[in-house]
C-alpha cells in the first residue's frame, strides 16, 4: 500500500509519497506558498495564495504520481482561523480534485510526535522526549511522558510574526512577549529530564546549513539526527543577514528567507524556555505522521 500525504501548512506545502509496506518515503515534495501572508489584516486566505497552493499541487501530481496511492490531505492553522476557508478548500478541490480536511491542533500536535517517536527509535532514542513544531502560523509543544502525550498550540508563528513586524529587533520584542504562554504550559514539566527534538522548517534549515547543504540540494537523511545547539543558531542567524537577498535564497530557498530570521527567533527563545542547551533535529513532521497513521486505517 502507498499513501501521498499532504500537508498545508501556514507557509508551506509538504508532501511525502510512502510505501507503507517498505516504511520508506519513496519521493517528497517542498513548495513554498505562504498560505497565511496577509491574514493577519484581511483574516482571508487571499486569491494569491489559493493559486499558488493550486499551481503547487498541480506541480506535485507530475512529480510524484498521485494515481497509485490513498492520498490523504490535511491543512492547519491557517484555514482554522481563516474566515474563508470552506471557499478555499472548495476551490483547491474544484481545481485539484483534492480535498483538505482541516484539524485541530491536538491532532496535528499528536501526528507530528507519531513521527518523531517513530525517527527516535530508528535512531535508536528511547527516551521521554519534548518536541516543537515551529510552524507558519501557530507553534506546538509537544510532550511524549511514560506512553502519555501532552501537548499545547500558540499563536506564534514565522509568518504571521514576519508579517506583522518589520524589524529584527520588533520580531525580538514581539516573540519575547508571545512566548510567556509556552513559557507557562513548560512549567508544568521537569524539562530537564527529557530529550529536546525539534521538526519543521526553520530547525532542518539550519540543521542543514551546518552540513554544508543549501534549498537545492537539501538531504532529509543527513539533517535528520543533527544536533543544533544556541550557538549554531547564533552563528547562522548572523551568517544569513550579512548575505544579499540572492544569496540567502540560495541558502534556504527563494520565498523563505525572510520568514528564517523570525523561525530562528522563536526556536532560540524556546531553548531558553526548556533549559536546553541542544536540540536534535528531526526531518519527519506532520505529513509523516499523517502517512504512518493512514497506513494503520
Not at 74 to 95: D, F, G, H, M, S
Not at 113 to 141: H, M, P, Q, W, Y
Request: glycine letters at 6%.
Amino acid at each position: 500500500m502507498r499513501v501521498v500525504a499532504i500537508d498545508l501548512g501556514s507557509n508551506s506545502l509538504q508532501i511525502i509519497k510512502y510505501d507503507c509496506n517498505e516504511d520508506r518515503v519513496i519521493k517528497s515534495f517542498l513548495a513554498t506558498v505562504r498560505t497565511a501572508w496577509g491574514l493577519v489584516e484581511s483574516k482571508k486566505i487571499s486569491k494569491e495564495a489559493v493559486n499558488r497552493v493550486i499551481d503547487a499541487l498541480n506541480r506535485a501530481k507530475e512529480e510524484l504520481d498521485f494515481s497509485d496511492s490513498k492520498v490523504v490531505a490535511v491543512t492547519t492553522q491557517a484555514l482554522r482561523v481563516a474566515k474563508n476557508a470552506k471557499e478555499v478548500i472548495e476551490q483547491i478541490k474544484e481545481a485539484t480534485n483534492i480535498e483538505f480536511r482541516v484539524i485541530s491542533p491536538k491532532e496535528e500536535a499528536k501526528l507530528t510526535l507519531l513521527a518523531v517517536k517513530a525517527r527516535l527509535e530508528k535512531l535508536n532514542i528511547n527516551r521521554d522526549f519534548v518536541v516543537v513544531d515551529i510552524g507558519g502560523g501557530s507553534t506546538e509543544l509537544s510532550y511524549y511522558i511514560d506512553g502519555k502525550i501532552y501537548s499545547k498550540s500558540f499563536d506564534l508563528g514565522i509568518v504571521t510574526i514576519a508579517n506583522m513586524a518589520k524589524s529584527l529587533e520588533e520580531i525580538k520584542r514581539e516573540v519575547k512577549l508571545r512566548v510567556k504562554e509556552i513559557e507557562e504550559f513548560a512549567k508544568r514539566f521537569d524539562n530537564k529530564e527529557l530529550i529536546f527534538c525539534a521538526t519543521a522548517g526553520t530547525p532542518t534549515t539550519i540543521a542543514a546549513l551546518k552540513h554544508g547543504l543549501n534549498y537545492e540540494n537539501y538531504d532529509a537523511n543527513i539533517v535528520t539526527g543533527t544536533k543544533l545547539t544556541i550557538k549554531d543558531l547564533d552563528f547562522y542567524l548572523d551568517k544569513l543577514l550579512k548575505l544579499s537577498k540572492k544569496e540567502r535564497e540560495v541558502a534556504v530557498g527563494v520565498g523563505r528567507d525572510d520568514l528564517i530570521v523570525a523561525g530562528i527567533i522563536i526556536f532560540k527563545e524556546i531553548y531558553r524556555v526548556l533549559d536546553k542547551k541542544e536540540a536534535i533535529i528531526i526531518d519527519d513532521g506532520l505529513s509523516m505522521g499523517l502517512a504512518i497513521s493512514s497506513c494503520k486505517e
